[in-house]
């Protein structure tokens, strides 16, 4: 199983980013999709996730900001950041689980900066 997140990088507050996740090795459809982050001394949270049938959730903190999506014919799942702020800088990480199971990709570095 393999979960390849892609897309981070350096971007001014208000700025955007759009983050992609592609996964092999697993029935993709069955997966719930997810994104934590975990920034610098704090623990990992979080961010989005995107069950097997479409339903959405979303942290307070990135609602109306970010939005998650998954496209199920190509196994990627997106998570697309509008208005960004220097309290989203973190390391970003695409998970997926199913059940019992659970995956994790080698995460991408997001920072929010001027």
């Known amino acids: 199983v393999q979960l390849q997140a892609s897309g981070g990088g350096l971007v001014q507050p208000g700025g955007y980013l759009r983050l992609s996740c592609g996964a092999s090795?697993?029935?993709?459809?069955?997966?719930?999709m997810a994104w934590h982050r975990q920034a610098p001394g704090k623990q990992r949270e979080l961010v989005a996730s995107?069950?097997?049938?479409?339903?959405?959730t979303y942290v307070d903190s990135v609602k109306g900001r970010f939005t998650i999506s998954r496209e199920n014919v190509k196994n990627t799942v997106t998570l697309q950041m509008n208005s960004l702020k220097p309290e989203d800088t973190a390391v970003y990480y695409c998970n997926a689980n199913y059940v019992s199971r659970a995956y994790w990709g080698q995460g991408t570095l997001v920072t929010v900066s001027s």
């Open positions: 995107i069950t097997s049938a479409g339903y959405t």
């Open positions: 090795g697993i029935i993709f459809s069955m997966y719930n």
